[in-house]
């Protein structure tokens, strides 16, 4: 069975960082891209990043370019987002999600919130 | 980016009635392969969201047949035939043609 455990999410002061995982299980983590999707009260779903099986191309949403970067390891079947730069608008709740190409994501996690607040 | 228009945003529905949601894209969901990469999710309460349609009108495993999928370009429509309790949450469009995919505002659906 396929499973996604999200952590790292809690509330940060803007301006702050901080560090998200994405734990995967019951498929080869290494075959597939990746993503993070994030979901807010006011603007609804966003993708946010993705990437490849090795790594070595991302791709990410404009508002977060120069801030976030995604990452894994496969050894250790994880998904990462190191969030800087904090900004009231990134408060959402964080997805990960293995990717389908074009057709969107069949399986998520349960989400991280992530809140940025002073 | 492409923006994804949904109506209605809400869509109060009496048990066993049908119900219809429009998902409509800035501009045409057709890609270079051929195929119309056009996405409809289901948010449940309380959950994560759920992939219900791929490529306009291919059901996931799982998905009851009471679902189907329509449109072609710029228009789409998903349609339940006969709603059933489960069926309450929020549905949201999804285009995966261009990048960065984009999202639908999504249309509440409730049991009248």
């Known amino acids: 069975e396929v499973q996604l455990m999200e952590s790292g999410g809690g509330l940060v002061q803007p301006g702050g960082s901080l560090r998200l995982s994405c734990a995967a299980s019951?498929?080869?983590?290494?075959?597939?891209?990746m993503s993070w999707v994030r979901q807010t009260a006011g603007k609804g779903l966003e993708w946010v990043a993705n990437?490849?099986?090795?790594?070595?191309?991302?791709h990410y949403v404009d508002s977060v370019k120069g801030r976030f970067t995604i990452s894994r390891d496969n050894a250790q079947n994880s998904l990462y987002l190191q969030m800087n730069s904090l900004r009231a608008e990134d408060t959402a709740v964080y997805y990960c999600?293995?990717?389908?190409?074009?057709?969107?994501?069949?399986?998520w996690g349960q989400g991280t919130q992530v809140t940025v607040s002073s | 980016d492409v923006v994804m228009t949904q109506s209605p945003l809400s869509l109060p529905v009496t048990l066993g009635q049908p119900a219809s949601i429009s998902c409509r894209s800035s501009?045409?969901?057709?890609?270079?392969?051929?195929?119309?990469?056009l996405t409809w999710f289901q948010q449940r309460p309380g959950q994560s969201p759920r992939r219900l349609l791929y490529?306009?009108?291919n059901r996931d495993s799982g998905v009851p047949d009471r679902f189907s999928g329509s449109g072609s370009g710029t228009d789409f429509t998903l349609k339940i035939s006969r709603v059933e309790a489960e069926d309450v949450g929020v549905y949201y469009c999804?285009?995966?043609?261009?990048?960065?995919?984009?999202f639908g505002q999504g249309t509440k659906l409730e049991i009248k």
């Open positions: 019951g498929f080869t983590f290494s075959d597939y891209w």
């Open positions: 999600a293995r990717d389908a190409g074009s057709s969107g994501w069949f399986y």
């Open positions: 490529k306009v009108s």
């Open positions: 990437i490849n099986q090795g790594g070595s191309e991302k």
């Open positions: 501009q045409s969901l057709v890609y270079s392969d051929g195929n119309t990469y």
């Open positions: 999804m285009q995966g043609t261009h990048w960065p995919h984009t």
